[in-house]
């Protein structure tokens, strides 16, 4: 049976207490929002701690303000929250489409924005009973110091699986960061590092309070899309997702984009090359084919997940040029099952 | 007149309590005292076990006792075998059973090697996991071909090689038919069933009462009966000292007869042992490495067909995977041998098999035990040769359909029943016909898939036919009793996983006694109310306990004319039983309720008469000489992204013919949840092992199931050929609806694919499952073929 180890829990009702509790803990303490990644993450042994404090007694941190510019979602509204709310849905809906194609809806009624985004890194060698694990030896992102995806490697290659990530990313949100010690606004991007690991710029004790999503990013200025490869309708984390924010110039030529990939490096992947080469041309099918393929060569899925590291290469140019069609008001060019738009 | 309800789509009387968690499952039985189980289990797949260091562990606060096969002392056993091979000439069978805990060897990943006992299941896996089993891995036989192979490893030492069955079984002369062929078509084909995942893992609670001298036992098994005799004769107990109680299941699909258990054979041991009552119930990652599955089989396989697609014979040659062990015999690979042959003529059959022993857990029956495997081969088979003799999948089907009037069919093969492989009865084109009309086959080839194509996007179509061996013996008994409050009651021994016994049942019951179906009480799988019989499986429950019913529902009946007869003095000809009353035809006013009857059935003063029996109750038993044969045709429209090599099932036609139907309602739901599986093994569940043995997908988040969202509605029609071989005329339905889908997806995938433009006229998919991810591997195989 799957059990939790000994730990003391805290469950502060203010920011301020729960700062503090971090700062005093040390190494061993942790914070835990909805709990869907942290607590089966620790029955499984993958995640450890002396310490988890819970943000969600916590009332400022659950709060969605839509003052008509920027808007500020808690980190630990959660993510049926945010997908219902109607600032999301209005402003930034591919935002909404994003959220709602994460797992499935008893999941996005527990986890939240925040847990979404701080989601630990997947890989095929570390998602597995603990026997498993044992009886190959642990990996580096573990006990170990192999990486079992390229044991020649001195990195751990382990996937992002946010898909609030990717999306977030290409809008240009940024991120409310406090710590006893104060507080910084960051933009998300900066917040992740390319290492399986270590995978959050953030120092231990700071806790992810709120995404702020600029007002530029708002439907009436850009236009967004995010397409997401599963297998089946929910439950699946990513296989490969995309997501892309375009500004136009009146000419109808690209002002500005931002294409985003998930679960296809240790962090959300932006695609510069293909931004750089969208910049000032018309985002038509040969300017969307040049930039998928970029996309697919930027992105470089490893063994680390059930399939096969070809086929996901190839579903990165075609999800990539999706979204970069989608952006542009084309026809998306691909036909899946499942897509939550 | 009284209501009709045999036959009408009745809802299922159990929902309410099952809705409102007021059913009682195995983990809600608290008991006074109560222990907790935990397991240690063999992280490798295979090693030599050198000894258990469980001293720690012993001495953790709320540890009772920590038992490894030491600790048995002389009841430590290899389990029964449950099903001997069948009496086929020349077979080879070797028998190797699980043990209760692993000593000297462990022989697969999740095997147990020692029991913890202590006052929570926390402590109990709290100290488990302080339990140092000390093994030396040996290399481990995963892959099935080289399990065969000259100097592999042996899962069990004692035996030459990992050979655990041999057996041939034909008819007519194929090689001669071989030659009279007009295209003989053969093909390597892999089919890999999986996981029966049931929502409720296994469980188990037992009590030994020293004073009263009985064990009681809570399992989730389908067939308590059977674990009760078991057990009785492993503790040298009286059959009657035990009580086995098959509460609510969630879930049974075969693994849960598999018996015994190790954990079957040790808690009641153990509650004997501690005097106390020990619960364990299994949790997921258990589930997948110490219950039961299905799995692999490699076929060679040909067709041998006439200029007009007429089947002249089939050859197979095919490797089964047993797993560890075999107690469960040759069930799984006899039903491939025989169901291959399907709804067709085939005059010759030449079928040789080779059950493998692998470091892999135990291969028993799943939904289908085997048939999926048999099934797939032959569609296949079967669309290959239509493909070269440019027919049509429908017609060489309907070209080689047993016909109507050729019932009895004798194959002249022995069945897994033991009996030979006879269809009792079927008519097979009209449901053909149905399907193809239903899935609107004709507008899909000529009108919907060139327009889908011309505007880019590719649809496919398949159709399959496949019988399913039902109801097999050997027998199921009831007793249908007449309370004096007017109620009836219902026992057999079968257990319920959820098919609707208590609704179908009552429904047989209350059309012989002219009763409501509220009036109608069933109990199922207590071995304290009836315990004669053997189980739910082989789609068995309806029609032999089912028949059971009604011949002791017929009994009471002749009981209540005769009483009432006398009481109305009138013939019993001219009584009626409605309404839960005794009437005399036309005469108003004249009749007595059943329960009145029931109280002068069993006078408190007066003299029971020589020859009569007091009450209105009867027990009896039926006994089919064989099992119904059950038949149908699936139909389905897929849709494939050939960008991202995605399905989505558009629509899906089942037409069935299971001979009588008790409650469509009931007979719609096993239907449509079997296709879930079968869609769910076809696209999406595959039990992966690595090289060591090591199953890589142990959880919901990497074994995908079909979601509600994956699995398309399912259109239904019915044929009714009643089964001459039961007074009902039902044959099962259990296992229709997981069977055929496997080449049935795979047939329609590839006509969606070739045919496209796009390079893939030559795809042909000759293995079960698929994933979008294989589906790239064969279509890219296939292009860069096709370039060089």
Same mark, same amino acid.
């Given at each position: 049976m799957l059990r939790l180890p000994p730990f003391d829990f805290r469950a502060p009702r203010r920011l301020a207490e729960a700062a503090a509790i971090l700062a005093g803990?040390?190494?061993?303490?942790? #914070?835990?929002?909805?709990?869907?990644?942290?607590?089966?993450?620790?029955?499984?042994?993958?995640?450890?701690?002396t310490t988890v404090v819970s943000l969600m007694g916590i009332p400022e941190l659950a709060a969605v303000d839509d003052g008509g510019g920027e808007l500020r979602l808690g980190a630990t509204a959660t993510l049926a929250q945010v997908a219902a709310s109607d600032a999301v849905r209005r402003r930034y809906p591919a935002l909404a489409c994003a959220v709602r194609s994460i %797992? %499935? =809806? =008893?999941?996005?009624?527990?986890?939240?924005?925040?847990?979404?985004?701080?989601?630990?890194?997947?890989?095929?060698?570390?998602?597995?009973?603990?026997?498993?694990?044992?009886?190959?030896?642990?990996?580096?992102?573990?006990?170990?110091?192999?990486?079992?995806?390229? =044991?020649?490697?001195?990195?751990?290659?382990?996937?992002?699986?946010?898909?609030?990530? =990717?999306?977030?990313?290409?809008?240009?949100?940024? #991120?409310?960061?406090?710590a006893h010690d104060g507080e910084r606004v960051v933009p998300l991007e900066e917040l992740y590092r390319d290492d399986g690991i270590d995978y959050l710029n953030k120092r231990r004790e700071e806790i992810l309070c709120a995404v702020l999503l600029p007002a530029e990013a708002a439907v009436e200025h850009c236009a967004g899309s995010f397409w997401k490869l599963r297998r089946r309708g929910a439950i699946d984390f990513a296989v490969v997702s995309a997501a892309a924010a375009a500004w136009f110039d009146a000419g109808g030529a690209v002002e500005r984009l931002r294409l985003v990939l998930g679960a296809v490096a240790s962090r959300p992947l932006r695609v510069v090359a293909a931004e750089e080469l969208l910049a000032g041309r018309r985002l038509d099918e040969e300017a969307v084919a040049e930039a998928a393929r970029l996309a697919r060569k930027a992105a470089t899925p490893m063994d680390n997940t059930d399939f096969q590291a070809q086929w996901r290469g190839l579903m990165v140019e075609r999800y990539a040029a999706a979204a970069l069609r989608q952006a542009a008001g084309l026809e998306p060019g691909i036909r899946p099952p499942h897509h939550p738009l | 007149m009284a209501r009709r309800v045999f036959g009408e789509p009745v809802r299922r009387r159990e929902d309410p309590r099952l809705l409102t968690g007021r059913a009682l499952f195995v983990d809600d039985v608290e008991l006074p005292g109560m222990l907790h189980v935990a397991f240690v289990r063999s992280s490798f797949a295979h090693g030599r076990l050198n000894g258990v260091d469980a001293a720690a562990a012993r001495a953790r606060p709320g540890v009772v006792a920590v038992i490894t096969a030491e600790d048995l002392g002389s009841y430590w056993q290899a389990g029964p075998l449950l099903v001997p091979p069948p009496p086929i000439e020349g077979i080879v069978f070797h028998q190797r059973t699980q043990v209760i805990l692993a000593r000297d060897k462990v022989r697969h990943a999740g095997e147990p090697i020692a029991a913890v006992v202590a006052e929570s299941r926390y402590l109990a896996e709290d100290a488990a996991a302080e339990i140092y089993a000390d093994v030396d891995p040996? !290399?481990?036989?995963?892959?099935? !071909?080289?399990?065969?192979?000259?100097?592999?490893?042996?899962?069990?030492?004692?035996?030459?090689?990992?050979?655990?069955?041999?057996?041939?079984?034909?008819?007519?002369?194929? *090689?001669?038919?071989?030659?009279?062929?007009?295209?003989?078509?053969?093909?390597?084909?892999?089919?890999?069933?999986?996981?029966?995942?049931?929502?409720?893992?296994?469980?188990?609670?037992?009590?030994?009462?020293?004073?009263?001298?009985?064990?009681?036992?809570?399992?989730?098994?389908?067939?308590?009966?059977?674990?009760?005799?078991?057990?009785?004769?492993?503790?040298?107990?009286?059959?009657?000292?035990?009580?086995?109680?098959?509460?609510?299941?969630?879930?049974?699909?075969?693994?849960?007869?598999?018996?015994?258990?190790?954990?079957?054979?040790?808690?009641?041991?153990?509650?004997?042992?501690? +005097?106390?009552?020990?619960?364990?119930?299994?949790d997921r990652a258990e589930n997948f490495f110490a219950t039961s599955q299905e799995r692999s089989q490699i076929h060679d396989a040909e067709l041998a067909v006439d200029g007009e697609g007429r089947i002249l014979g089939v050859r197979d040659r095919f490797l089964h995977d047993s797993g560890a062990y075999d107690p469960y015999g040759l069930t799984v690979p006899i039903n491939s041998q025989c169901t291959l042959l399907g709804p067709y003529r085939v005059p010759n059959y030449d079928s040789?098999?080779?059950?493998?022993?692998?470091?892999?857990?135990?291969?028993?029956?799943?939904?289908?035990?085997?048939?999926?495997?048999?099934?797939?081969?032959?569609?296949?088979?079967?669309?290959?040769?239509?493909?070269?003799?440019?027919?049509?999948?429908? $017609?060489?089907?309907?070209?080689?359909?047993?016909?109507?009037?050729?019932?009895?069919?004798?194959?002249?093969?022995?069945?897994?029943?033991?009996?030979?492989?006879?269809?009792?009865?079927?008519?097979?084109e009209p449901a053909l016909d149905q399907a193809v009309e239903m899935i609107g086959w004709r507008r899909f080839k000529e009108e919907e898939q060139p327009r889908a194509r011309r505007d880019g996007r590719q649809l496919g179509i398949g159709v399959v036919s496949y019988v399913e061996g039902t109801g097999i013996g050997p027998y199921e008994g009831a007793r249908v009793t007449v309370e004096t409050s007017g109620t009836v009651s219902v026992t057999t021994g079968v257990g319920t996983q959820g098919q609707g016994h208590f609704t179908s049942f009552a429904q047989v019951v209350a059309e012989q006694l002219g009763v409501d179906l509220d009036r109608v009480r069933v109990v199922t799988g207590d071995t304290g109310e009836f315990h004669w019989g053997t189980g739910t499986f082989a789609s068995r429950g309806a029609v032999v306990a089912g028949n059971a019913c009604h011949a002791a529902a017929a009994a009471v009946r002749d009981k209540i004319l005769k009483l009432a007869s006398e009481l109305l !003095?009138?013939?019993?000809?001219?009584?009626?039983?409605?309404?839960?009353?005794?009437?005399?035809?036309?005469?108003?006013?004249?009749?007595?309720?059943?329960?009145?009857?029931? *109280?002068?059935?069993?006078?408190?003063? &007066?003299?029971?008469?020589?020859?009569?029996?007091?009450?209105?109750?009867?027990?009896?038993?039926?006994?089919?000489?064989? +099992?119904?044969?059950?038949?149908?045709?699936?139909?389905?429209?897929?849709?494939?992204?050939? !960008?991202?090599?995605?399905?989505?099932?558009?629509?899906?036609?089942?037409?069935?013919?299971?001979?009588?139907?008790?409650?469509?309602?009931? /007979? $719609?739901?096993?239907?449509?949840?079997?296709?879930?599986?079968?869609?769910?093994?076809?696209?999406?569940?595959?039990?992966?092992?690595?090289?060591? &043995?090591?199953? /890589?997908?142990?959880?919901?988040?990497?074994? /995908?199931?079909?979601?509600?969202?994956?699995?398309?509605?399912?259109?239904?029609?019915?044929?009714?050929?009643?089964?001459?071989?039961?007074?009902?005329?039902?044959?099962?339905?259990?296992?229709?609806g997981a069977i055929p889908t496997g080449p049935l997806f795979a047939q329609a995938v590839e006509d969606a694919l070739r045919g496209a433009g796009l390079g893939l006229e030559q795809l042909e998919i000759l293995e079960i499952p698929l994933s979008p991810n294989r589906l790239f591997e064969l279509t890219e195989a296939l292009r860069q073929g096709g370039g060089s």
């Open positions: 803990e040390g190494d061993g303490a942790r #914070v835990v929002a909805g709990g869907t990644d942290l607590w089966p993450n620790m029955k499984r042994r993958h995640q450890h701690a %797992s %499935s =809806p =008893p999941l996005r009624n527990m986890g939240t924005l925040g847990g979404n985004l701080c989601l630990d890194t997947r890989c095929t060698y570390y998602n597995q009973t603990e026997p498993w694990r044992r009886a190959i030896d642990f990996c580096m992102k573990e006990a170990g110091t192999v990486c079992w995806v390229a =044991p020649s490697s001195p990195r751990c290659w382990a996937h992002a699986a946010s898909d609030a990530a =990717p999306m977030l990313c290409a809008l240009g949100a940024r #991120v409310l960061l406090r | 040996l !290399e481990p036989v995963v892959d099935l !071909e080289r399990a065969l192979a000259p100097g592999a490893p042996r899962v069990h030492d004692d035996l030459g090689s990992n050979l655990a069955a041999h057996v041939r079984q034909s008819k007519g002369d194929y *090689a001669a038919a071989r030659r009279r062929a007009r295209r003989v078509v053969g093909r390597r084909f892999t089919y890999d069933h999986g996981a029966a995942a049931a929502m409720e893992n296994r469980g188990i609670v037992a009590r030994w009462d020293g004073r009263e001298e009985q064990l009681t036992v809570w399992d989730t098994t389908q067939a308590p009966i059977p674990i009760r005799n078991g057990l009785a004769r492993m503790l040298g107990l009286a059959e009657s000292q035990v009580r086995v109680i098959a509460p609510f299941i969630g879930g049974g699909f075969g693994p849960k007869i598999m018996m015994f258990y190790p954990e079957e054979m040790l808690l009641p041991w153990l509650a004997r042992h501690l +005097g106390r009552p020990v619960k364990w119930i299994e040789e098999f080779k059950a493998v022993f692998t470091n892999k857990t135990i291969v028993t029956p799943y939904r289908g035990a085997g048939r999926q495997h048999g099934v797939f081969v032959m569609e296949r088979l079967l669309d290959l040769a239509a493909r070269e003799l440019g027919l049509d999948p429908v $017609e060489i089907r309907r070209r080689n359909y047993i016909p109507p009037e050729d019932f009895p069919h004798h194959h002249g093969l022995i069945y897994q029943d033991f009996s030979e492989l006879v269809y009792d009865s079927g008519n097979y !003095e009138a013939s019993a000809e001219d009584l009626e039983l409605a309404e839960g009353e005794v009437r005399v035809r036309g005469v108003p006013g004249s009749a007595i309720t059943l329960g009145e009857l029931a *109280a002068k059935a069993n006078p408190l003063r &007066g003299a029971v008469r020589p020859g009569t029996e007091p009450g209105l109750e009867a027990t009896t038993y039926f006994g089919p000489a064989r +099992g119904a044969t059950a038949s149908g045709v699936h139909a389905m429209i897929v849709e494939v992204d050939p !960008e991202t090599l995605m399905v989505k099932i558009l629509r899906y036609v089942v037409v069935h013919d299971c001979g009588t139907v008790i409650n469509p309602l009931i /007979l $719609e739901g096993q239907i449509v949840g079997g296709v879930a599986q079968g869609i769910g093994n076809a696209f999406y569940e595959q039990l992966v092992y690595d090289g060591e &043995g090591q199953l /890589l997908n142990a959880s919901f988040m990497d074994y /995908l199931l079909p979601t509600a969202s994956d699995v398309p509605p399912v259109e239904t029609g019915h044929v009714v050929t009643p089964s001459p071989l039961n007074p009902l005329g039902i044959k099962g339905a259990g296992e229709a």
